[in-house]
């Protein structure tokens, strides 16, 4: 069955600290993988996608992620983390059949910023 | 450029009741879907539209019904709610439906459900 896990369901990072976000992926053929961003109120806004090729993508708000087959995993990550970041983020992958596509989305991590 | 719109933004229902929430896609999508996000979870697939039809079904009952108009607007009709209709509702419009195409998200309409 296809699906994605994310582990943690909450971080808390200090300002200015590196951040990585795990995902994990289970699909049978090639994944499209995604990262969309919630703020508190908003909708899902998103920060990334891989389809192929490059197995680093970057994103919009300085964030990349690398796709790894071999470990079916598609973790984002930050070198920097700014308050503004601080929001639920979640990982879908693309599920095509039927001429329909739609995504199956991890249950989130809710991320908190420390100045 | 406009992005996808939904209305109402909040909406209280006591059970039993029937509600009904629209969505505006992005300027120049054809295809709606729509997708439930309970408290706590990740949003989960209900349906699609695309040329006014319905195309995949996630694992909803029929209560929940949508529609597709030919402006390519869409609502999502829930009939006899439930307690655990309590979510947020949240369209998402692409240009087509390929693996390819990305999904732009709406804000979302919260139904509560007392």
């Known amino acids: 069955a296809q699906s994605v896990t994310q582990p943690d369901i909450h971080i808390t990072v200090s300002e200015g600290a590196s951040l990585e976000l795990r995902c994990n992926y289970s699909y049978g053929a090639t994944p499209y993988l995604f990262w969309y961003v919630q703020s508190p109120g908003q909708g899902l806004q998103l920060l990334l996608k891989y389809f192929s090729g490059d197995t680093l993508v970057q994103g919009i708000k300085g964030f990349e992620a690398e796709f790894k087959r071999s470990q079916s995993s598609f973790n984002l990550r930050k070198p920097s983390v700014h308050w503004s970041d601080a929001a639920e983020y979640f990982c879908a992958v693309g599920s095509y059949g039927g001429a329909t596509n739609k995504l199956i989305f991890g249950t989130g991590t809710l991320l908190a910023v420390q100045p | 450029d406009a992005g996808v719109t939904q209305s109402p933004t909040h909406l209280i229902k006591t059970r039993g009741q029937q509600v009904t929430l629209r969505c505006s896609p992005k300027?120049?999508?054809?295809?709606v879907s729509w997708y439930q996000q309970a408290l706590g979870q990740g949003p989960q697939f209900i349906f699609q539209y695309y040329e006014e039809e319905e195309r995949q079904r996630g694992n909803f009952p029929d209560r929940f019904s949508g529609h597709q108009f030919p402006n390519y607007s869409s609502e999502l009709n829930v009939n006899a709610l439930l307690l655990g209709d309590s979510a947020l509702y949240l369209c998402a419009s692409s240009l087509g439906s390929s693996r390819e195409e990305t999904q732009y998200f709406g804000p979302g309409t919260r139904l509560l459900v007392l």
């Open positions: 300027s120049g999508h054809d295809t």
